[in-house]
């Protein structure tokens, strides 16, 4: 069973049938069947309660689905809650539900209680049947938002008493609230030496899979990019036209402590980075990213590799709105040492970090390979238009 079982009012009932029992025994001693029929409707109504209570809500079930919400500050969406019922109908009951502060239910009644919000919600539910509700939440602050508990209070229908139902398992659902993302209005350079997908006239590289015309044969170009159809037309050879294409991708380096502590501007830091996440995705520029707060695995830090695409930003976006102060820090030199060994640098680098004037030897030689651009941190929505 997937529900911890908690009963309230059993002692007392379990006395009122003692003295209805007592009372049942008198009247069949002194002939009173009156009270006898009164007494046996009132020990019929204890004993139905019992039953009730020891069998409700063990073929209750909730659909524990892994689904994840995802939110941005000021925006609204909802946790659908489904519930399957085998056994005894329930009627008149409460769900109960709390969750992280991050978000907030939106529209209905709530208490806080520390961290949590908790919502209660009327609830009924009959013999083999599906419910579903609909609690509304709306995005608070960044950060990820899990579901502490899920308890259904129900009362007995006939007399005092109830079943508390705490739900036991882990639950899969849960709500995520991205970072705020601004405008940004800059440039990424394109790389004219390397071949990648941006169309650039001035590229030295085409792409073969993307004629756009035709022109007349000249010595030395290539026999497959012949055009036979349209030779045969014009009676002279040509040559297919290709578009020129570029390589353009970033890479976001961000330094978000100082010795072992993380620095006051953390949170604009982090809107400035997904800022510029969302303004490589609308521009189809794969972009990675790497922060030198402490992780587990193969990369000692926070670290991204490139990528493009809906998948990829999400991903992103995921994994900056659950970075915390909390978080411990490597020094960002060691993070700079990391890079330059392990990882290929991009067309262009973005360096975010208080006193540049620290980390100018390693600067100077990525900028043998990639185009290297420092941002200067600012509190007006963490976005630098350097």
Known sequence: MNWNRHGAGMKNTRMYIDVLVFSLILCFLFKQYILVTIISFLLIVALLQIIYYRRVGKRFEFVNEKKRIRLMKNTSSDFTLTFHNKGLPIWNAVLKISFQTNIAPDGIANTTIGEFHEVRIPFSIGYKKTVSLKVPIKGISRGLARIRQIEVLIPHPLTEGSILLEYKPFILMDAIVFPTINEVRTNFPPSKLKQGDLPL??????????????????????????????SAKTGQLQTKVFTRVANVSALFVVNVGERYSVLSDFEEKIEWLASYIDACYREEIPFSFAINIRATGKVPFVHLPLGSGDSHRIQAMELLSILSIANSIIPFDKLLAYIEIHEELPVVTYVMTPHVDNFTLWLHRWEQSTNVILMASTKVGGISNE
């Open 201 to 230: 006239n001035a590229s030295l590289f085409d792409d073969p899979f993307f004629p756009v015309g035709t022109r007349e044969y000249e010595p030395g170009d290539q026999f497959h990019h012949i055009h036979w159809k349209a």
